[in-house]
Nanobody
Framework: QVQLVESGGGLVQAGGSLRLSCAVS????????MGWFRQAPGREREFVAA????????YYADSVKGRFTISRDNAKNTVYLRMNSLKPEDTAVYYC?????????????????WGQGTQVTVSS
């Protein structure tokens, strides 16, 4: 059974930075493409970023492109999301997820395993 545990969320002022981590256990991280999604209050969960199983390819939502960076360390079984220049509209619960089939994907339905989420709050 694959387990994902996010950490690193918190309260930050607009313009600040945070780095989220997602620790994966149960299977080797290199078996999965990984993604980050987020859900703001009253809104549907949306795609944020994805990285291929090899780490060679990354993909971002337009709203975070140039500000967020997804990376992975397969040796540490950990995926990261570096978030810079944060805005109040980035406030959400952030989830990491694992996709066992695709090279990488921005589709929520492709991800079989999900973490419990970590809260990110950006104050203006």
């Amino acid at each position: 059974q694959v387990q994902l545990v996010e950490s690193g969320g918190g309260l930050v002022q607009a313009g600040g930075s945070l780095r989220l981590s997602c620790a994966v256990s149960g299977r080797t991280l290199s078996s999965y493409a990984m993604g980050w999604f987020r859900q703001a209050p009253g809104r549907e969960r949306e795609f944020v970023a994805a990285i291929s199983w090899s780490g060679s390819n990354t993909y971002y939502a337009d709203s975070v492109k140039g500000r967020f960076t997804i990376s992975r360390d397969n040796a540490k079984n950990t995926v990261y999301l570096r978030m810079n220049s944060l805005k109040p509209e980035d406030t959400a619960v952030y989830y990491c997820a694992a996709d066992p089939r695709n090279y990488y994907s921005d589709r929520e339905a492709d991800y079989d395993y999900w973490g419990q989420g970590t809260q990110v709050t950006v104050s203006s």
